[in-house]
């Protein structure tokens, strides 16, 4: 069995949801605290093994590239003042998190499109996807929870968790059995699924471990007719239906980065959690709570 060292993070939504913070910076580098989210992907599969990670873009998303690059000046003028000296570690060390490549998506066509943007990039490997908009943090690398999946069974794995019945709605349902510990077998994804078609409350959450096949299947999928987008579940689907597929439900706690409540909720938690600024922000939280 191939060792996992790969990733891609498709990042080529528009980001519409959290208009006009989205116009002019591309949501994936709104920040939490003092990171842009795009970060907490590249630090979460680099801590998992990944070495070589394909971020895919499209136009007006060249600041993602800058921040992965060295910033000569910038760095130099830390380094040059010794009270800025982890700045400057922290800064620095951002572009050797990872060998990170980039490819435009040039039509937003759905997250199965934007997949097989990176057929070449992969080859024939298996390899991890880490949602642009989802930030999970969590003590053990969720995608290293993936990849511990499909080591032990060989199959494509994707990182689940429990909804409620109205986010299943806009997500999709899975059709599960307990296999061992997290790990369910994955039997059927419905889509955007109707009340009558809820076969569970675990949906997939920003997280997949794929099997090179997956690129085939992609291709085999039609457009959706209402949207025109080729959805990555329907080949997931077909995996889940041939026995190909497990479930893991990650320890983790994730934040949706393409919404504005999620955003929010990443600040204030990970706040309440920095080294730096945790104590003092959980006295203004409890001050500002009385005047609720």
């Given at each position: 069995m191939k060792k996992i060292t790969k990733a891609i993070i498709p990042a080529a939504g528009l980001g519409?949801?959290?208009?006009?913070?989205?116009?002019a910076v591309p949501k994936e580098m709104l920040n939490i605290v003092d990171k842009p989210a795009i970060q907490y992907l590249v630090e979460e599969a680099a801590a998992a093994g990944i070495t070589d990670i394909l971020?895919?873009?499209?136009?007006?998303?060249?600041?993602?590239?800058?921040?992965?690059?060295?910033?000569?000046?910038?760095?130099?003028?830390?380094?040059?003042?010794?009270?800025?000296?982890?700045?400057?570690?922290?800064?620095?060390?951002?572009?050797?998190?990872?060998?990170?490549?980039?490819i435009r998506q040039k039509e937003t066509k759905g997250l199965g499109h934007a997949i097989l943007q990176a057929e070449s990039f992969v080859g024939?490997?298996?390899?991890?996807?880490?949602?642009?908009?989802?930030v999970i943090i969590s003590e053990e690398p969720v995608v290293g929870q993936l990849i511990r999946a499909y080591?032990?069974?060989?199959?494509?794995?994707?990182?689940?968790?429990?909804?409620?019945?109205?986010?299943?709605?806009?997500?999709?349902?899975?059709?599960?059995?307990?296999?061992?510990?997290?790990?369910?077998?994955?039997?059927?994804?419905?889509?955007?699924?109707?009340?009558?078609?809820?076969m569970s409350l675990y949906a997939i959450l920003g997280r997949n471990v794929l099997e090179p096949e997956i690129f085939q299947l992609i291709k085999d999928t039609p457009p959706n007719p209402k949207s025109g987008e080729v959805y990555l579940t329907d080949a997931l689907s077909y995996l889940a239906e041939?026995?190909?597929l497990t479930a893991v439900d990650f320890e983790g706690k994730r934040y949706d980065m393409g919404d504005k409540l999620g955003i929010m909720q990443a600040n204030c938690e990970v706040a309440l959690k920095h080294p730096e600024i945790g104590s003092a922000f959980r006295e203004y939280l409890k001050q500002l709570a009385e005047t609720l």
């Open positions: 519409t949801r959290v208009l006009p913070a989205s116009k971020i895919i873009t499209n136009r007006g998303k060249e600041v993602i590239e800058n921040h992965f690059d060295y910033a000569y000046e910038l760095e130099a003028n830390l380094k040059a003042n010794p009270s800025k000296k982890e700045i400057y570690e922290q800064v620095h060390s951002i572009a050797d998190l990872a060998n990170i490549y980039y024939n490997e298996p390899f991890a996807v880490l949602y642009g908009d989802d080591e032990k069974y060989g199959k494509s794995s994707v990182g689940v968790n429990l909804c409620t019945r109205e986010q299943i709605k806009k997500y999709c349902t899975l059709d599960v059995t307990p296999l061992d510990g997290r790990i369910m077998d994955c039997h059927k994804i419905i889509e955007k699924p109707e009340e009558h078609e809820i041939h026995g190909r």
